[in-house]
């Protein structure tokens, strides 16, 4: 059974940094995807970052080009997603999400759906 537990934000002021952390545990390979997503208040979930974990390759999302980065530590079974720069636009709750069948062309594509299994999110919000 997949558990994904986030954890590192808060509340921080605009052009400052968070560094989210999603620990990992359960049957997760090599050759999956990792994503981080955001849900503000009213809005649709939005995909942000993915990393493939078969290799190292990264997606991003307009929106934060540039401004965070995603990473991933095997030995620790974590992900991390730094965040730079934060705007108040920002301000949502992230989630870690896995897509255990690595269907890495659908994220390139832009159709983040086979991510299947989610943490309980985490609070980031950005004050002006």
């Known amino acids: 059974r997949v558990q994904l537990v986030e954890s590192g934000g808060g509340s921080v002021q605009a052009g400052g940094s968070v560094r989210l952390s999603c620990a990992a545990s359960?049957?997760?390979?090599?050759?999956?995807?990792m994503g981080w997503f955001r849900q503000a208040p009213g809005k649709e979930r939005e995909g942000v970052a993915a990393?493939?974990?078969?290799?190292?390759?990264?997606y991003y999302a307009d929106s934060v080009k540039g401004r965070f980065t995603i990473s991933q530590d095997n030995a620790k079974n974590t992900l991390y997603l730094q965040m730079n720069s934060l705007k108040p636009e920002d301000t949502a709750m992230y989630y870690c999400?896995?897509?255990?069948?690595?269907?890495?062309?659908?994220?390139?594509?832009?159709?983040?759906?086979?991510?299947?299994?989610w943490g309980q999110g985490t609070q980031v919000t950005v004050s002006s």
């Open positions: 359960g049957h997760i390979y090599s050759g999956v995807c």
């Open positions: 999400a896995v897509d255990l069948s690595g269907s890495w062309a659908y994220v390139v594509a832009g159709k983040w759906t086979n991510f299947g299994h």
């Open positions: 990393i493939y974990t078969g290799g190292g390759s990264t």
